[in-house]
């Protein structure tokens, strides 16, 4: 089994900036996917940016140009730049990880921003 950790949430200022790491109880060598999802009260939960292990990167519509994903291979981790942060990013943001064996999600971490 393996856990998923987030962090670097909290609450900022419409214009600020943030950036969420994701980090891994265990290593892995392959993997299918890693990304970030998020939820906002009463809505689904969306895409916001995913990365694969080719290097290639999706990006929800509503974050292109603003929000950056990338990940370090050497210590298990996925991290998300957030720039120009609006209100409407509010939510509360997931790490997600497929492996050929699993498909693992962090337990969430707040992000508001405040107008």
């Known amino acids: 089994q393996m856990q998923l950790v987030e962090s670097g949430g909290g609450l900022v200022q419409a214009g600020g900036s943030l950036r969420l790491s994701c980090a891994a109880s265990?290593?892995?060598?392959?993997?299918?996917?890693m990304g970030w999802f998020r939820q906002a009260p009463g809505k689904q939960r969306e895409l916001v940016a995913t990365?694969?292990?080719?290097?290639?990167?999706n990006y929800g519509d509503s974050v292109k140009g603003r929000f950056t994903i990338s990940r370090d291979a050497a210590q298990n981790t996925v991290s998300l730049q957030m720039n120009s942060l609006k209100p409407e990013d509010t939510a509360v943001y997931y790490c997600?990880?497929?492996?050929?064996?699993?498909?693992?999600w962090g337990p969430g971490t707040q992000v508001t921003v405040s107008s």
């Open positions: 990365i694969t292990s080719g290097g290639s990167t």
């Open positions: 265990r290593r892995f060598f392959t993997f299918n996917r």
């Open positions: 997600n990880v497929i492996l050929a064996w699993g498909d693992y």
